[in-house]
């Protein structure tokens, strides 16, 4: 066999190869719409038509087209008949956990204040650092001047049920405790040194903590990297998204002689329904902000959801989650 023969055997090769990879890859892109399962544009830039009649492939073979069965490895498939609006928020994104795959992105690498969203780091660096059942008493040094539950100077409370008063309520002094906890142990500052090396571990490139509240509008983060933050910790830290899906919840003090009733400040949990999990944060730098995972109504898809600075972040996060689901086949 001739040199030329092969060198023309491997290029016809690599070129089906390629062509496999890109449908692959973009199927949303390169497949027609006729038989298959979505709408392309129905005009393109100058305003001519592009596909949009049915009638472009009457006498095309539809054998040549994918089935059913085949096309589920491409699920979820865009439709371009929908289109999807500025979200109300300087940063916003949808990602699916499935196929790590971004299904929409607004500002994707914009640092942002991230206010008390820095409270699932918190959470995490707890869980590593303390036991669960670990019981800490609490004294007037641990308390800030802005308290949303009145924790009582003297009274004992395991790790355990500060991490939910601070997750469910996000609660501000429980955070202070948590961390205080761990510095005690080693050097004021020591915990907040952890979320940064934490985040350097996770690939989180433009994340910063200042403290462990999210008070700070120092505590910085962009979209793809809290993304990154919610997949390590659904992995490593299931408990955190466990605790954040509870719309109410009840803990007591380690003697049992002191009550709290929390209610989740999440107010799409338990009204949106395919909301599961998720965290709030506000402060006027940050403005509103608001991570969830969600499931799409099937319940075949999980995805994280987030916005960040804006006027309204439970209608931003609604039009959100409809949107994008709109926007795709399932």
């Known amino acids: 066999m001739s040199l030329e023969r092969i060198f023309l ?9 390629l062509i496999i990879l890109s449908i692959a890859l973009w199927p949303d892109r390169l497949l027609p719409k006729v ?68 299904l929409f992105s607004q500002n994707l ?17 707890a869980l590593e650092q303390l036991p669960k059942e670990q019981i800490i008493t609490v004294d007037q040094s641990m308390l800030t001047i802005v308290k949303q539950s009145k924790f009582v100077v003297g009274e004992s409370m395991t790790i355990e049920s500060l991490i939910y008063i601070m997750l469910i309520t996000s609660n501000n002094d429980a955070a202070n405790i948590l961390a205080q906890t761990v510095d005690n142990q080693h ?26 509240s999210g008070l700070n509008p120092g505590n910085v983060a962009t979209i793809r990297d809290l993304i990154g933050l919610t997949e390590g910790t659904i992995k490593e830290q299931p408990l955190i998204w466990q605790i954040m899906g509870l719309t109410i919840a009840d803990v007591w003090s380690a003697d049992k002689k002191i009550s709290y009733h929390l209610e989740n400040t999440n107010q799409l949990l338990g009204i949106l329904p ?21 499931q799409t109504l ?33």
Not at 9 to 17: D, F, H, P, R
Not at 79 to 97: K, M, N
Not at 116 to 121: E, P
Not at 194 to 204: C, D, R, V, Y
Request: with cysteine; hydrophobic share 40%; proline share 3%.
């Open 298 to 330: 099937n319940k075949n898809f999980k995805m994280i959801n987030i916005v960040l600075g804006s006027q309204d972040r439970f209608e931003a996060m609604r039009q959100l989650i409809n949107n994008v689901e709109k926007a795709y086949l399932w």
């Open 109 to 125: 690498d914009l640092a942002l204040p991230i206010a008390s969203l820095t409270k699932i780091m918190t959470a995490t660096i």
């Open 274 to 294: 395919q909301v599961v999990s998720g965290k709030t944060g506000y402060t006027e730098e940050a403005q509103g902000c608001l991570l969830t995972v969600s």
């Open 187 to 212: 050097a004021p500052g020591y915990f907040v040194a952890l979320m940064n090396e934490k985040a350097q571990s996770l690939g989180l490139k433009n994340t910063m903590f200042i403290d462990v």
């Open 9 to 17: 055997i491997i290029s016809g090769a690599l070129n089906v190869l």
């Open 35 to 102: 038989g298959l399962f979505y709408n392309m544009p129905k005009s393109s830039e100058n305003g001519t038509s592009n596909l949009s009649n049915s009638n472009n492939f009457a006498g095309v073979n539809r054998s040549v087209f994918l089935g059913d069965n085949q096309l589920e490895s491409f699920r979820p498939i865009r439709d371009w008949s929908q289109p999807l609006p500025d979200i109300g928020a300087q940063a916003a994104g949808v990602y699916l956990l499935d196929s790590k795959k971004m």
